[in-house]
């Protein structure tokens, strides 16, 4: 199966699962640990979704794919740590609550790039005195330069 489907797959089970326990919530009035447990990790397959998809569309395009394959490895990893803090499986070791972040943020860091290359290679807007332009996923606005 593709990459990207997995992961689209992935996001709209996450969203679909974050609904029902959130009207469960709602409906029943009990909001406890485990509910909160739930909703992150909902949340935290659904963040990991959105980064893999970034990186599957580009992984797909056939380009280059060391970046979009590390960045779903990141975002995997990212994913499985905070599975741990979410948890409670592993301490709340300073060491590992960074690491854990700076796993985040580097797979961060290369679905952004994926979708920036993947945007660029398949709009064609590359080549000399043309103007480049992409689309940030974060913030939906168009940079030119």
Not at 39 to 59: H, R
Not at 83 to 107: G, N, P, Q, R, Y
Not at 111 to 139: A, I
């Amino acid at each position: 199966m593709r990459p990207k489907l997995i992961f689209l797959y992935m996001l709209i089970a996450s969203v679909a699962i974050s609904a029902v326990v959130g009207i469960g919530v709602l409906l029943i009035g009990d909001f406890g640990s485990l509910e909160i447990r739930v909703l992150m990790t909902t949340l935290t397959v659904t963040v990991t979704s959105i980064l893999g998809l970034a990186c599957g569309a580009y992984f797909e395009s056939g380009r280059w794919r060391a970046l979009p394959l590390a960045g779903i490895v990141l975002a995997i990893a990212a994913a499985v740590m905070t599975f741990f803090i979410i948890w409670d499986v592993a301490d709340d070791s300073e060491i590992f609550l960074k690491s854990t972040a700076t796993v985040t943020l580097l797979a961060l860091s290369c679905s952004h790039l994926s979708h920036y290359h993947w945007h660029g290679s398949t709009k064609g807007l590359r080549g000399r005195g043309s103007r480049h332009s992409f689309s940030c996923g974060c913030c939906r606005r168009s940079y030119y330069s």
